[in-house]
């Protein structure tokens, strides 16, 4: 199971974060410095409309010397491409793009399944895409199972009401789209060593963490030992 310490791009700093930790290349060197073998790097001004930190996401992604996970509002297919270019190891497609069953081929054939992932934020098992206060009549399981069937073999879920509240990401979830027999990212809620023990118990293939880090309630140390 991999842990991917999220690094949330608004405004040019780092979302949760405090001190020199806020700033973005700050944060990537410290984080690979502990360890890390991934980030998940999003661009959450993107995500919410509010225009976009691409040349932040640029400057992140060509000194980063571990793998790049990246997210943030990417339903467009030329931005998800210019995300390849600029170097991602993997990129996540929004749910606004999931939903287009010719992009996610397009893209299948173009990067690769090991190169994509798809991304469904929830709410009360429906997808619920961030930056807009919609909830699609379409439910979580119903998106999962399309696009896995498509190919896609990773999902990063994430349940919205959640979301850097500390309080456990949404498991019961997580693992419904496990039973699909696609490898599963829990996103959102990851506040203690527990958190993460259960989503290793869980057969879970990884969990991206942002807040608890920055809160310094455990390192990256001891959340890879939790993991190994």
């Given at each position: 199971m991999d842990l991917y310490p999220a690094v949330d791009l608004e405004g040019g700093r780092v979302a949760r974060a405090h001190g020199a930790m806020a700033e973005p290349l700050t944060a990537l060197a410290e984080l690979t410095r502990a360890g890390t073998r991934w980030i998940h790097l999003v661009d959450m001004d993107r995500a919410y409309g509010r225009g976009d930190n691409e040349p932040l996401m640029r400057a992140v992604i060509d000194a980063a010397t571990v793998r790049v996970q990246v997210g943030g509002g990417l339903f467009r297919e030329g931005d998800i491409d210019q995300m390849f270019t600029l170097g991602a190891t993997r990129v996540i497609i929004g749910p606004r793009g999931a939903v287009d069953a010719g992009l996610v081929e397009r893209l299948l054939a173009r990067h690769g399944a090991h190169r994509l992932a798809v991304g469904i934020?929830?709410?009360?098992?429906?997808?619920?895409?961030?930056?807009?206060?919609?909830?699609?009549?379409?439910?979580?399981?119903?998106?999962?199972?399309?696009?896995?069937?498509?190919?896609?073999?990773?999902?990063?879920?994430?349940?919205?009401?959640?979301?850097?509240?500390?309080?456990?990401p949404d498991f019961q979830g997580a693992r419904a789209i496990l039973s699909l027999g696609v490898d599963v990212i829990v996103s959102g809620g990851v506040g203690s060593l527990d958190d993460l023990r259960a989503a290793r118990a869980a057969g879970l293939a990884g969990a991206c963490v942002g807040r608890a880090l920055y809160d310094g309630r455990f390192t990256i140390a001891e959340a890879l030992a939790c993991l190994s």
């Open positions: 934020d929830a709410k009360d098992g429906r997808v619920a895409p961030r930056g807009t206060k919609e909830i699609l009549d379409l439910p979580v399981l119903e998106l999962a199972a399309r696009v896995a069937r498509q190919g896609i073999r990773t999902i990063i879920y994430n349940e919205v009401t959640r979301d850097g509240m500390l309080t456990g």
